[in-house]
């Protein structure tokens, strides 16, 4: 449905995003994800045509974003992080407004008013004021002002931004009845949203794909690495360093901030090896004092924040 090819966006001579690469599937719902200043928006901004990129291809369906954008945004919805809303609207009055700018037919807007607001959970609102409801009553006005055209795909960027809780769950419950029928692209920084909503994710760190695949399937290719967290007494970080990042299976050793004198080692290791015997022999044939020993599998937050680390 979505075909994105080596996409790139300068900002003077600052590299947004840098020759990206990905497709996505007819009824997929896919998390654009990555921190703040990845990169996550400007894609976004791209792919719905308010950015020209700097180079790259884009297709939406059968239509080139370079001379057919006015046929890709006939079938796309777009919902940017801050819904652009008239607050002295009603909630009626202002998607019978989008409606006509759509240029949908008027015999049958009410009824398509009263689907999206069915499908958005907004029916109750309609005749209240836009700028008296709750930021999350605004966010699902903005979803259903995206879906008012019945679009094929809908890219929504950070849409439970700013939201409580429980504000969270109901967006994304939408997300999830709208993916059964649409194309849904999304970008989030939170990687329990996107695990509790999407097929796949592309993790995007300083403008580049750094993972790309189901939540799954990454926990199952990274998430099976282990860090062991090791505390010793009267040990120097540069023997420590020197003694234990050279056992087999150990992928990374990284020295954290001292606690009571003591120094504190998070050993990254390899899932098809166990290090921890030949560590606790290491460290038995020193005079140092093994306060701390224990291991943790690597969870997705773990596995996202290693992928999206400076360095």
């Known amino acids: 449905m979505i075909h994105v090819e080596n996409l790139t966006k300068y ?16 009824g997929e719902i896919l998390g654009l994800l990555g921190p703040n200043g990845a990169g996550k928006t ?13 180079s790259g291809r884009i ?31 009603l909630v009626l009055d202002y998607l019978q407004f989008v409606a006509e700018l759509r240029g949908m037919d008027s015999a049958g807007n009410i009824d398509r008013i009263r689907e999206v607001g069915d499908l958005c ?3 109750e609102v309609m005749h ?37 809780p429980n504000q969270i769950v109901e967006i994304r419950e939408i997300i999830r009845r709208i993916g059964k ?14 695990e509790a909503t999407c097929d796949r994710v592309i993790i995007i760190h300083h403008g580049k794909v750094v993972a790309d695949s189901s939540t799954a399937r990454l926990q199952e290719t990274l998430g099976g690495r282990n860090q062991i967290h090791l505390t010793l007494a009267g040990a120097e970080p540069a ?24 120094i504190r080692l998070m050993l990254t290791c390899e899932a098809s090896c166990d290090p921890r015997p030949e560590l606790y022999h290491r460290i038995r044939r020193t005079d140092w004092t093994l306060l701390e020993f224990h291991q943790e599998t690597l969870k997705l937050e773990d596995i996202f924040r290693e992928l999206t680390k400076e360095g």
């Open 11 to 26: 900002y003077d001579d600052v590299c947004a995003v840098d020759r990206i690469s990905f497709n996505v599937r007819k």
């Open 42 to 54: 400007t894609t976004l901004r791209m792919l719905t045509g308010f950015l020209k990129p700097s």
């Open 59 to 89: 297709q939406v369906g059968d239509y080139s974003i370079e001379d057919q954008l006015l046929e890709i945004k006939k079938i796309l919805g777009y919902l940017p992080e801050s819904a652009p809303l008239y607050q002295d609207m």
């Open 121 to 123: 959970g907004i029916n």
């Open 128 to 164: 209240q004021p836009i700028g008296e409801l709750s930021k999350g009553y605004r966010q699902r006005v903005g979803l259903a002002h995206a879906m008012m055209n019945d679009p094929e795909v809908l890219v929504l960027d950070e849409p439970t931004s700013g939201l409580d």
């Open 181 to 194: 029928a649409k194309t849904v692209v999304f970008s989030t920084h939170i990687l329990s949203e996107a």
């Open 239 to 262: 023997a420590a360093q020197q003694e234990l990042a050279t056992v087999a299976g150990v992928a990374r050793l990284e020295v954290l901030d001292p606690v009571d004198g003591a």
